[in-house]
C-alpha cells in the first residue's frame, strides 16, 4: 500500500478510538414520515422544522416542475441552465426578506463559500463568531483574508476585535440560529458594533429562515431589523422550506458582484428548475400559513416544559435546536444507540462539530411531531440518562 492510503487508515483508526467515528443510516421514507429497515422510526435528527419535505403540494409542484423543464438544468446558470423558474424564486426571496434581489444557489455551503470570498479579500479581514458553521470558517480561510474569531454572541468581543483592525475592509459574519446550541445570536448589538466601525455585517440564517419572525422571515425579522443593519442575508431551503438550495439577499452591487465573482456560483450547474419550482412552493406556504410555525413553536415549549420535568440537562436555546449535553463522545454515541433501537432518530454530535467535551444529543423539533411523540421520547431519554 503507497504512502497516502497508509496514512488515511492510521488517522481512521485513531478517530474510531476516539469515539468520533460517523456512520450514515439508510432510512426511507420522507424525512418525518421515515422508517429504518423495516422499523417506523420517529425523527428527532431532521431539520424539517416545518413538515414541509411531505408536504403533497410541495411534492407536486416538483413534478410538475419536472415535467416542464426536466430534472436537470443542464448548464451553470451563466451559460444557460438559468430559467424562469430561477429569476421567479429569486424574486421571491427578495420580496420575501425586503431586499432589492437575492441570488439562488445550489447549497448553503456555496453560498457561504460565495460570499465571503467575493466581499472580502487578501488584506481585508473576517471577523466570526467562534461557534459559526463550518462553511462560514472555510469561507474565510479561502478569502486569504485575515480571520479572527470573537467570543460567542459576545457584542464586546466583537469591538475589541474591530478596534485591533480598525482601517481594513472587515466582513463581520455570524450565524443567527446557531445549529449546534439552537440560541439567537445577539444580532441588534452586533449591528449596531459593525455600524459604529464601518464594518459589514453577513448573517447566515440557514436555521431562522421560516421559523423565526411574524412572516417567518428569520432573525432579522425576529428583531425588527433592515437590509441597512443586515446588508447580507444567506438561507437555505433545504430546513425550514424542507426542499434543497440556497439564497443570497442584497443590495443591487452585492448580488450583481456574487452572479459574476462568486467561483461556486459561476462554474456549477444551476440547481434544478424543478427544485426551484417546489421551493417557490414551500415558500408561499411558509407565508400563507402561520399556524404552522405557531404549532412548531407550541411543541418547543412542550418539550422543554416535559423534560424539565424529567430533569434532562436542557439548555436556554428557544429554538427547535434542543442539545442535551452529554460531554463524553462514546457514551452519547451509545445512548443514540438504544434512542434509535426504541424508534427515536437523534443525532449524536461530536468533536470537532462541536468543542472537546461538549458532545451532545442534538433534538431537533417540528411542527410535525405530535404531543404523544415528545412524551415517548422524553420517557425513554429519561430513562437512558
Known sequence: MSAIPSQLQVRLAQWQSAGFYRQ??????????ARHGDQPIVNFASNDYLGLAGDARVVEAFCRGAQEYGVGAG?????????DAHAMLEDDFARFTRRPRALVFSTGYMANLSVVTVLVR??????EDRLNHASLIDAAILSRAKLLRYAHTDGASLAERLRAVDGKDVLVVTDGVFSMDGDIAALPELAGRCRQNGATLALDDAHGIGVLGASGAGTTEHFGLDSDSVPV???TC???????????????TIIESL??????????TALPPAVAVAVAESLRIVQSEPQRRERLHCRIRYF?????ARGLPLTTSVTPIQPVIIGDSRRTVQIADALRAGGF???AIRPPTVPNGTARLRITLSAAHTEADIEALVDRLARLL
Not at 450514515?24 to 414520515?33: K, N, Q
Not at 433545504?238 to 443591487?252: P, Y
Open 24 to 33: 450514515r443510516i439508510a432510512r426511507a421514507g420522507t424525512p418525518l414520515a
Open 75 to 83: 448548464a451553470s446558470d451563466l451559460i444557460s441552465g438559468y430559467t
Open 122 to 127: 487578501r488584506g481585508g479581514c473576517v471577523l
Open 233 to 235: 442575508l444567506v438561507g
Open 238 to 252: 433545504g430546513k425550514a422550506l424542507g426542499v434543497f438550495g440556497a439564497f443570497v439577499a442584497g443590495g443591487e
Open 259 to 268: 452572479a459574476q465573482f462568486a467561483r461556486p456560483y459561476v462554474y456549477t
Open 304 to 308: 422543554k416544559e416535559r423534560a424539565t
Open 345 to 347: 432518530l437523534v443525532g
